[in-house]
């Protein structure tokens, strides 16, 4: 199942899919990471978004920014997978009766704030994750949740007024 995306104005000449991969492929992963919050999901998310991507390389690879269309699918990838995962854990946990811990390879104090991003709604926990993961200026995290500026800003600003009331830390005017 390929995640729906909106197909921007091509305007570039296509740069071979291996270029593009190599170049790529860390800065997906650690996207992936900061969504799913496993290494093994983040290699699996940010390898089916690369896939997708060389199915329809002739098309995409003439994009002006193929790296936003394969970072929307794994945004699109690792939402449907929380809410999978999250489904598929309230089930197991009405079947055992008791839940069991993940064991995180960063240390707690990173685990307990990326596991509160991820408490965040949706595009809250995008906005975030492409901001502070990434980099992205609010334009590219915009285009790349779909929304207006203004929207993506809204995001980020909520997002951070939600950690911060989440996380007991104080929330500067």
Not at 42 to 57: G, T, Y
């Amino acid at each position: 199942m390929e995640a729906e995306v909106s197909e921007p104005v091509v305007v570039r000449p296509v740069e071979s899919f291996e270029t593009f991969y190599r170049r790529e492929f860390r800065r997906m992963v650690a996207i992936a990471y900061a969504l799913s919050g496993s290494r093994l999901a983040a290699e699996d998310l940010a390898q089916e978004a690369f896939i997708a991507a060389h199915r329809s390389w002739d098309r995409i690879g003439r994009y002006e920014r193929p790296d936003a269309w394969v970072r929307k699918v794994i945004s699109n990838k690792a939402v449907s997978a929380y809410r999978r995962r999250t489904s598929e854990a309230r089930a197991l946990l009405r079947i055992a009766g008791q839940r069991q811990e993940i064991i995180r390879p960063m240390d707690a104090e990173d685990a307990q704030f990326w596991d509160t991003v991820r408490t965040l709604p949706t595009k809250q926990r995008q906005a975030v994750v492409l901001h502070y993961v990434e980099d992205l200026p609010v334009a590219e995290i915009a285009e790349i949740l779909g929304c207006a500026v203004n929207t993506a800003k809204v995001h980020l600003f909520k997002a951070r007024k939600n950690l911060a009331a989440k996380l007991g830390l104080e929330v500067a005017s």
